[in-house]
Structure formats: structure tokens, C-alpha cells
């Protein structure tokens, strides 16, 4: 069974950048479409990113410009650069795959 893990989040200063990591075990990771997901305290979760597994990605209007997923099928990992940072961008960020969701990591951005 396919397991998510995420890391890499942490508090950072508005206008700073973190890199998310979200390494997968089980098999087959190069042919799972992947995505990043959100969630905001009192919002509901929203796609953030997502890329296929030929490499083909989108965005959400909200971050076009300022983060960029991407994946290592031989590390079976996949990666969510953010710069540019705003306090918006706060929340607990999930990596995402058919039915499986990670546990989350914290990204706070402080003003």
C-alpha cells in the first residue's frame, strides 16, 4: 500500500521560500498523477498544484508565478518550491495521490 510523507515545512518570513518534499513508498510512483493540496484554518482544502506523470503541470491561479511542483520518479519523491511567500500561503499543505492523502505540514508565513 502506497504511503505519503510529507516535510519541509516551517515558518518563514513573507517574501521567503520553503521546498515541500512528499516521498512515497510502495510501487509504481511513475505512474501516479500527484498533486499538493492546502487547507487553511476555517477554509476547505484546495488544490494547489498537480503534475502527471509524463511531467505536465497546473496551478492555482493564486500561487501561477511563485511555486513550481515537480517530481523525481527514481527517488520517488515529489517537490513543491515556493518563493515569494505570502501570509495567505499559510496552512497545512498534503500531498495527494488517487485515495491517499500524507499527514500534512505546517507552513506558516509571518508578516
Known amino acids: 500500500q502506497v504511503q505519503l510523507v510529507e516535510s519541509g515545512g516551517g515558518l518563514v518570513q513573507a517574501g521567503g521560500s520553503l521546498r515541500l518534499s512528499c516521498a512515497a513508498s510502495g510501487s509504481a510512483f511513475g505512474s501516479r498523477p500527484m498533486g499538493w493540496y492546502r487547507q487553511a484554518p476555517v477554509k476547505e482544502r484546495e488544490r494547489v498544484a498537480a503534475i502527471s506523470t509524463d511531467g505536465r503541470t497546473n496551478y492555482a491561479d493564486s500561487v501561477k508565478g511563485r511555486f513550481t511542483i515537480s517530481r523525481d520518479n527514481a527517488k520517488s519523491t515529489m517537490y513543491l518550491q515556493m518563493n515569494s511567500l505570502k501570509p495567505e500561503d499559510t496552512a497545512v499543505y498534503y500531498c495527494?495521490?488517487?485515495?491517499?492523502w500524507g499527514q500534512g505540514t505546517q507552513v506558516t508565513v509571518s508578516s
Open positions: 495527494h495521490s488517487g485515495l491517499i
